[in-house]
């Protein structure tokens, strides 16, 4: 949508003196648009982090939509269906925002289909009961939100206002967890213990979402500097940290984790397992294959669709073939 309005005249080389004029608009707060000069550096870091951003909700559907036929009720299963559907929605906004930095649609797809581009690890778990889809809804839309708000205000203009409305959906998202985790935590000592089953399996994998420690990001630096990341990756885990464990303690769960504690006002917790996020991210998790081949058999599946969508656009601009 955006891309129809982008210049195609090549942008001045990178220079310094383009960066220090680059550093002063960025230092001021002034937003940046998709036609205004950039360095490449920045440039290539939004399109690295949008697009693996947009492949994250789209193979973020998979885990879910595995339990829309099985949702215990017709109002969870509408409102299983309405969140899977706004998360297809997000990945194509943010696909939308990639575009407007001179990628295309189809490499960015085919990067995710070929293996190349990375996406969240949380995605390579299994959902094995009713209660993950709460679990999932509580703590991974939890930490998605925690991790995206500060998004809102990222200096890259399309970025941040497809954020604004994908976090307002996330909000939805994570209540409609926590009121399964509520219920089924009043509920029968098999549901509870069902909840507290789903807890002990993401809580972990949670903590990785936010990536690798500070002193081991590469990218936080300049991100910072360039004000797509407001909070670096351990500050926004403390975030969620504390805001998510009174609220587990209140559903009357443990957290998995015989270190967690409260000292001067944060929640302390024990040490995450990185071996396992970084055998995840090689692609080698639970589901990381399974998830993959789904992805290629939805976009097998669906090309009639763009082949129909194709000769119908076609149809409608005289002079115009389909592609
Ligand atoms: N999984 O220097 P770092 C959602 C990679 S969607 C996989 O800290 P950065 C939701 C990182 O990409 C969830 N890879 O990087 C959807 C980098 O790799 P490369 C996704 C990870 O970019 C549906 C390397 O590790 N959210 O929540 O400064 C339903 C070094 O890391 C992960 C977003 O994408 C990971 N967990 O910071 C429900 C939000 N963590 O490219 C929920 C936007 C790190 O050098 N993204 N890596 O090969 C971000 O905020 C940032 O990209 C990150 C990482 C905080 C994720």
Known sequence: MYSQALNTA??????????????????????????????????RTLIRQISQHAHSELIGMLPEGN????????????????????EGGHGLYLYAAAETLGVSREELVDQLLTGRAKYSTIFNYPTLTWADIGAIGWLVDGAAIMNQIPLCRCSYGPYARAMIRIC???????RQGYEIMLTLCRGTDEQKAM????????????????GPPDRQSPHTDSSTRWKIKRFT??????????????????LG??????????????????????????RVLAGDGPC??????????AHDDGAWVREAAQVWAAKQTPGRKAA
């Open 253 to 278: 769960l443990r957290f998995p984790d015989p270190e967690l504690r409260c000292e001067d006002g944060h929640w302390v917790f024990g040490t995450i397992d990185w071996d396992e996020f970084r």
């Open 10 to 43: 090549s942008t001045p080389a990178d220079t310094s003196e383009v960066a220090t004029r680059f550093q002063i608009r960025i230092d001021a707060e002034e937003r940046i648009e998709p036609n205004d000069a950039m360095p490449d550096a920045y440039r």
């Open 67 to 86: 339990w829309i036929t099985r949702a215990p009720s017709l109002r969870r299963k509408a409102a299983l269906l309405a969140k899977v559907q706004d």
């Open 168 to 174: 307002k959906e996330e909000s939805f998202h994570q």
């Open 195 to 210: 909840a507290q089953d789903a807890l002990n399996r993401w809580w972990w994998p949670c903590l990785m979402m936010f």
């Open 233 to 250: 990756n351990d500050a926004l885990r403390q975030k969620f940290v504390d805001a998510t464990v009174p609220q587990g303690l209140h």
């Open 288 to 297: 990381n294959r399974e998830r993959l081949a789904a992805r290629r058999k």
